[in-house]
């Protein structure tokens, strides 16, 4: 079994910045894909950023592309999100999730087997 436990969260103006962490136990990190989805209220959990566990490729959506990068240590089982510039639509609970799979988009909430339980970001105007 996996855990996954998220941290970094918090109440942010917006321009500002946030490092968000990831720690993995159960299995080594580097099992897996990892990736980060986001939830605003009254929305649907959306696919934000996500590492390969291969060659550390990675693959961002276009709303965040520039401002948001993923990251992974794999001697602290950890995997991180530094958010730059931070909007106001970047609001919600961010969720971290691994997945095993050898196929699929890696973009959709179904294709990963483990979550975390999220961290709240708030970002004001």
């Known amino acids: 079994q996996v855990q996954l436990v998220e941290s970094g969260g918090g109440l942010v103006q917006a321009g500002g910045s946030l490092r968000l962490s990831c720690a993995v136990s159960?299995?080594?990190?580097?099992?897996?894909?990892l990736g980060w989805f986001r939830q605003a209220p009254g929305k649907e959990r959306e696919f934000v950023v996500l590492i390969f566990r291969e060659a550390n490729n990675t693959m961002t959506v276009a709303s965040v592309k520039g401002r948001f990068t993923i990251s992974r240590d794999n001697a602290k089982n950890t995997v991180y999100l530094q958010m730059n510039s931070l909007k106001p639509e970047d609001t919600g609970v961010y969720y971290c999730?691994?997945?095993?799979?050898?196929?699929?988009?890696?973009?959709?909430?179904?294709?990963?087997?483990?979550w975390g339980q999220g961290t709240q970001v708030t970002v004001s105007s």
């Open positions: 999730a691994a997945s095993g799979r050898t196929s699929g988009t890696l973009q959709v909430a179904d294709e990963f087997e483990y």
């Open positions: 159960g299995r080594t990190a580097s099992s897996y894909h």
